[in-house]
């Protein structure tokens, strides 16, 4: 994971929830980021950097705010740790099941 060098000012996406609020179903939504990712941000856990982008624009439309990843502490996930991630994801076909 890339973990991003912050002062123990820095605040996490966890930290700016709790200070601006919102619902996570309704940011996921906004985003068009599955929910399971918004929550791995929440808990500052690997995500994609294009994931992440996505879920902090959509949390800057909804609060009227203008934070950046700069401005964050958020892991991002490198390129090799995204393509196993996107494998993860990605469900079986019905044929996959049945073989």
């Avoid at 941000?41 to 995500?47: D, E, F, I, S, T």
């Amino acid at each position: 994971m890339v973990e991003k060098e912050g002062s123990a000012n820095t605040p996490t996406f966890y930290d700016l929830r709790v200070k601006h609020g919102g619902n996570i179903g309704h940011l996921a939504q906004v985003s068009g980021v599955a929910g399971s990712h918004v929550h791995a941000m929440l808990l500052n856990r690997g995500v994609r950097r294009s994931n992440a982008e996505r879920i902090l624009s959509a949390f800057n439309r909804l609060n009227n705010t203008a934070y950046t990843l700069d401005d964050i502490e958020v892991h991002l996930l490198e390129e090799e740790q995204e393509q196993e991630s996107a494998s993860a994801d990605r469900r079986p076909t019905f044929r996959q099941v049945c073989e």
